[in-house]
Antibody, heavy 119, light 108 residues
Framework: EVQLVESGGGLVKPGGSLRLSCAVSGLTFTNAWMTWVRQAPGKGLEWVGR??????????DYAAPVKDRFTISRDDSKNTLYLQMNSLKIEDTAVYYC??????????WGQGTLVTVSS | EIVLTQSPVTLSLSPGERATLSCRAS??????LAWYQQKPGQAPRLLIYDASNRATGIPTRFSGSGSGTDFTLTISSLEPEDFAVYYCHQCSDWPPFTFGPGTKVDIK
């Protein structure tokens, strides 16, 4: 069974930084393409960014609202995905989900971790 | 960027009734469309991928159809646990992934 477990959420002031982690089990993480998706309170789903597997180049892509502020990385030796968030804004307040892509579809989701940006 | 539109915004039905949800894309996505169910306080769950294929463990009362720009999710007979928000998602032209705004199915 695939399990994605996020951690690292919390309260941060505007302009601050936070790093989220996602521990992955139940799949061959080395070959996995992963994304982060967020959901603001009471709102819909918003894609944040993606990282390819290292065998496929390990490249990243980001949504326009987070580009140049957020960085996705991975540690295949630890089966862990990361989301480094800098220069946080109030509008970044959301539940952040770690997700696994198969054949371009999001197959599995973590339970999410809440990030609150507030002064 | 492909924009997805869902209708209706809210669907009020009774258990046992049939639910028909629509998703329209701003340009063709072929059959690269998925549907997710989300209940309050939970992560979304994959129901349908490639427009018409049920994900593992999804009951047969859920079915998807369509191609190109128009897609439908049908729940043949609503069970109490089916009252939730449903999102469509295109994976044809990405990044970026895009999602529809959701349809809420609530109890009439």
């Amino acid at each position: 069974e695939v399990q994605l477990v996020e951690s690292g959420g919390g309260l941060v002031k505007p302009g601050g930084s936070l790093r989220l982690s996602c521990a992955v089990s139940g799949l061959t993480f080395t070959n996995a393409w992963m994304t982060w998706v967020r959901q603001a309170p009471g709102k819909g789903l918003e894609w944040v960014g993606r990282i390819k597997s290292n065998p496929d180049g390990g490249t990243t892509d980001y949504a326009a609202p987070v580009k140049d502020r957020f960085t996705i990385s991975r540690d295949d030796s630890k089966n862990t995905l990361y989301l480094q968030m800098n220069s946080l804004k109030i509008e970044d307040t959301a539940v952040y989900y770690c997700t696994h892509i198969r054949f371009s579809t999001i197959y599995e989701w973590g339970q999410g971790t809440l990030v609150t940006v507030s002064s | 960027e492909i924009v997805l539109t869902q209708s209706p915004v809210t669907l009020s039905l009774s258990p046992g009734e049939r639910a028909t949800l629509s998703c329209r894309a701003s340009q063709s996505v072929g059959t690269y469309l998925a549907w997710y169910q989300q209940k309050p306080g939970q992560a979304p769950r994959l129901l349908i991928y490639d427009a018409s294929n049920r994900a593992t463990g999804i009951p047969t009362r859920f079915s998807g159809s369509g191609s190109g720009t128009d897609f439908t999710l049908t729940i043949s007979s609503l069970e109490p646990e089916d009252f939730a928000v449903y999102y469509c998602h295109q994976c044809s032209d990405w990044p970026p992934f895009t999602f529809g705004p959701g349809t809420k199915v609530d109890i009439k």
